[in-house]
C-alpha cells in the first residue's frame, strides 16, 4: 500500500510560504533602520536604543502571520491600538511609517502575491493607528 503524498502534504502558512522568521526579521530591521533617521517617527520611540521595539515589532508580525506564539507569550494579547494610544498617530505619522515601511518591504523582493497580501495588511494595520487629526 502506497500512501498519497496530498494526506501528508499541509498547506503552508503564510510565514513559512515568504520564508520564515529569517524574511520578517530583514523585513523589520530595515524598517527599523528608517525609522532611526526619520525625524517624524523617531521620537515616538522613547528607547535610545530601537532594538526591543525592533524584536516586539518582529515577533508580533511572526506571530501573526502564522509562526511561533513568541509575542503573546512574553506579551499576552497584541491589544495594538491600546498600546499605541500613548503616541500622537496622526495623517503625517502614518504616512512617514508607510514610506520607511515601502522600502522595507520592496527590499524583500517577495513575489507579487505575497507582496500584496503584506502590503494590504500594513496599510490597514497603519490606518487603524491612526487616533488624532492633524
Known amino acids: 500500500m502506497t500512501e498519497n503524498p496530498h494526506d501528508t502534504l499541509q498547506e503552508q502558512t503564510f510565514y513559512e510560504q515568504v520564508g520564515g522568521e529569517e524574511t520578517f526579521r530583514r523585513l523589520v530591521h530595515r524598517f527599523y533602520e528608517g525609522v532611526a533617521e526619520d525625524p517624524l517617527l523617531r521620537p515616538m520611540y522613547p528607547e535610545e536604543d530601537l532594538g526591543p521595539a525592533e524584536e516586539r515589532f518582529t515577533l508580533f508580525l511572526i506571530q501573526y502571520w502564522g509562526g511561533p506564539r513568541t509575542y503573546s507569550e512574553q506579551r499576552g494579547h497584541p491589544r495594538l ?54
Not at 518591504?105 to 492633524?134: F, K, Q, V
Open 81 to 134: 491600538r491600546m498600546r499605541h494610544v500613548p503616541f500622537r498617530v496622526d495623517r503625517a505619522a502614518h504616512d512617514a511609517w508607510l514610506s520607511r515601511m515601502r522600502v522595507a518591504l520592496d527590499e524583500l523582493g517577495l513575489a507579487p502575491e505575497h507582496e500584496r497580501r503584506l502590503w494590504d495588511y500594513l496599510t490597514y494595520a497603519a490606518a487603524s493607528m491612526i487616533n488624532t487629526e492633524g
